[in-house]
């Protein structure tokens, strides 16, 4: 018997607006899971992103959990202008790793957001040939 995928990610918080903003801003839209709407749930292919509110957690350095989220993105140039219009800087300079250009940023809670262009088919290699300019 094995694991065959990953379902489900819960992110505890205590800024669920701003979570909710910044997530929008990556084109990813909650919806209430309770009628409180102290959970939050948004579909990302066969995985569900969870916000669990959490306004108990005054000492963010002992929150346990997950700290980082790797998004996948169509456009990382149009995604990095669009964020920065936003006032939202980037935790890491672009680097690239494995042949693929990666861009950090952090959400409200410091939960460090990879952002990650992967490269074109190998039957498409001049397809992507000049690095995007992500200043």
């Known amino acids: 018997m094995q ?3 990953l379902s489900a990610i819960t992110l505890s918080t205590d800024n669920m607006d701003g979570m909710l903003n ?7 839209v909650f919806h ?3 009628p409180e709407g102290l959970v939050q749930v948004a579909t990302i292919g066969p995985l569900e992103l969870r916000l669990k509110s959490q306004s108990d957690l005054h000492n963010k350095a002992s929150k346990r959990g997950i ?4 998004f996948t993105v169509h456009s990382l140039q149009a995604m990095v ?3 920065n219009r936003k006032g939202y800087p980037m935790a890491k300079a672009p680097d690239n790793q494995k042949n693929e250009t ?5 959400d409200p809670d410091g939960n460090l957001i990879i952002l990650v262009e992967p490269p074109p ?3 498409f290699p001049n397809m992507n040939s000049s690095q995007p300019n992500l200043k």
């Open 3 to 5: 694991v065959q995928s």
């Open 22 to 28: 910044f997530y929008f801003e990556l084109n990813i």
């Open 32 to 34: 209430p899971k309770d």
């Open 67 to 70: 700290s980082e989220l790797t």
């Open 81 to 83: 202008e669009h964020l």
């Open 102 to 106: 990666r861009v950090s940023y952090r």
């Open 121 to 123: 088919p190998a039957c």
